[in-house]
């Protein structure tokens, strides 16, 4: 599985901005799709996820509310719309997909990630 990311940009404290992945599959039936960012000097952290058969859905604290994940079936992409952005914000982000769901997925230990996508919120 190849991962396409696309959609970083700078922004300004307060704007929105939708991230997309998309698989080289064509679809993302049967997989778990997150993203993740690594801020400057820190860790890469989990933000969201999405089972893409299912409803269920999960997100890190600090973006609950402002950020939505969701499936683009026209497009069999997973986007992550980001809204009320902040400086913490900042980061590259990146997308992730595995098969065995999100306790794996969330600990980070996938092969299949894509390449991140810089945002930046300035203030």
């Known amino acids: 599985v190849q991962l396409q990311v696309s959609g970083g940009g700078l922004v300004q404290v307060g704007d929105f901005l939708t991230l997309s992945c998309a698989s080289s599959?064509?679809?993302?039936?049967?997989?778990?799709v997150a993203w993740f960012r690594q801020a400057p000097g820190k860790e890469r952290e989990f933000v969201a996820a999405l089972r893409y058969m299912g409803t269920s859905l999960y997100y890190e604290d600090s973006v609950k509310g402002r950020f939505t994940i969701y499936k683009d079936s026209t497009k069999n992409t997973v986007d992550l719309q980001m809204n009320s952005l902040i400086p913490e914000d900042t980061a590259v982000y990146y997308c992730?997909?595995?098969?065995?769901?999100?306790?794996?997925?969330?600990?980070?230990?996938?092969?299949?990630w894509g390449q991140g996508t810089k945002v930046t919120v300035s203030s």
């Open positions: 599959g064509g679809t993302f039936s049967g997989y778990v």
């Open positions: 992730a997909t595995d098969p065995r769901g999100c306790i794996v997925l969330r600990s980070g230990t996938t092969d299949y």
